[in-house]
């Protein structure tokens, strides 16, 4: 196994992070501690989950995958807070102070951990001052009950801003973004790539399969399967847009380079996305054993030059097919960006 340093910390984690958003949703506890299990086995070390996922129940059992295999100290576990966790509580979601201790105390009992390897901000919050939320992380660190920190799906300017504010006032910084990142997005390349090669940031995908739409499941003029995301329309909206005919495009595209390879389309889309220049960790999604299987194997496969380029005439460096960021689906969509 290939470990990667987490950005300029020095801290060592695998080239696929595991993701644990299905876990208490659509993924079994039992069904999840067995995914935890075989992940760790094929040398995984970098779980990555959220508060909000489930309410808490993601939380709660990676927390208990951990300790029933008591492999919690070799792991580097990250987490997030911003998500609404109480629909009545207005303070109940958000970067204030406030909500950012609460919720790293529930996420350390719910973890049934003491520490957080990689604490992370989940979205941009403009109400609210970034030093207000940046004191607050410092603190934490300084408590000893978070290692690191991190953001998730910030605009360069705003790891940018965070970075300078942290400087300013003396404050731990961001080490590391987790934004949208596949073969059919990929925006990051003309501004968050080259940010964070310049700074030291370490880069770990969501999302590195598309939501699925990378993985070979959905096919022109084809019925998608039952119970998958995009079986109907009215269960993904408005990001049902997503799958459009490009995307069954580029798919038809990749598939006689993985059948070449002897691989999935999903694991040549992911070994990609892991090869990719400043990229640290794409975070896998898998529901099913099965798919942890077939996303593992993405280790074992090269990507040449040659692959890279026929890759870029599908969809262009810098370029998007399928837009998966959320200001994309607002009332103002950023159609500059594409």
């Known amino acids: 196994m290939e470990y990667r340093n987490f950005g300029r910390t ?45 309410r808490g129940r993601s939380e709660e059992i990676t927390g208990e995958a951990l300790k029933r295999n008591g492999s919690r100290s070799r792991i580097v576990l990250a987490t997030k807070f911003h998500g609404k966790m109480n629909d009545e509580d207005p303070n109940a979601a958000g970067s204030s102070r406030r909500h950012i201790i609460e919720q790293c105390e529930a996420s350390l009992r719910r973890l049934q951990t003491d520490y957080i390897d990689i604490y992370q901000i989940h979205r941009p919050r403009p109400d609210t001052a970034i030093d207000e939320t940046l004191r607050a992380l410092d603190d934490l660190v300084r408590d000893g009950k ?50 964070a090669l310049t700074y030291g940031i370490g880069l770990i995908p969501w999302s590195p399969l598309a ?51 002897g691989c999935t389309v999903s694991q040549l889309a992911l070994a990609w996305c892991m090869h990719q220049p400043g990229i640290t960790s794409p975070i896998l999604g898998p529901r ?7 996303n593992l194997g993405a280790l074992d496969v090269s990507v ?32 500059s960006l594409v």
């Not at 953001?151 to 934004?179: C, D, H, I």
């Not at 099913?288 to 077939?294: N, P, R």
Request: one cysteine or more; charged letters at 25%.
């Open 211 to 261: 939501g699925g739409l990378l993985t070979g499941k959905y096919t022109r003029g084809g019925v998608a399967p039952e119970g998958t995301r995009y079986a109907g329309p009215e269960d993904v909206p408005p990001q049902f847009r997503r799958l459009n005919e490009t995307v069954y495009d580029v798919n038809e595209g990749l598939l006689p380079l993985a059948e070449a390879k």
């Open 304 to 335: 040449t030059d040659e692959d890279r380029r026929r890759i870029d005439e599908l969809v262009p460096p810098g370029r998007m097919v399928s837009p998966f960021y959320e200001a994309d689906f607002g009332p103002s969509l950023h159609r």
């Open 10 to 54: 020095g801290m060592k984690v695998s080239p696929l992070c595991l993701g644990c958003w299905n876990f208490g949703q659509r993924t079994t506890p039992e069904d999840s501690y067995a995914i935890v299990d075989r992940a760790l086995d094929a040398g995984l070390n970098f779980l990555d989950t959220a508060n909000v996922y489930s």
């Open 288 to 294: 099913t054993m099965g798919h942890l299987v077939d």
């Open 146 to 195: 978070v290692r690191y920190l991190g953001s998730s799906t910030f605009a360069a300017w705003q790891v940018v801003e965070s970075l300078w504010v942290a400087k300013e006032l003396g404050l731990n910084r961001f080490v590391s973004e987790q934004p949208p990142y596949h073969i059919l997005d990929r925006r990051i390349e003309r501004g968050i790539v080259p940010m």
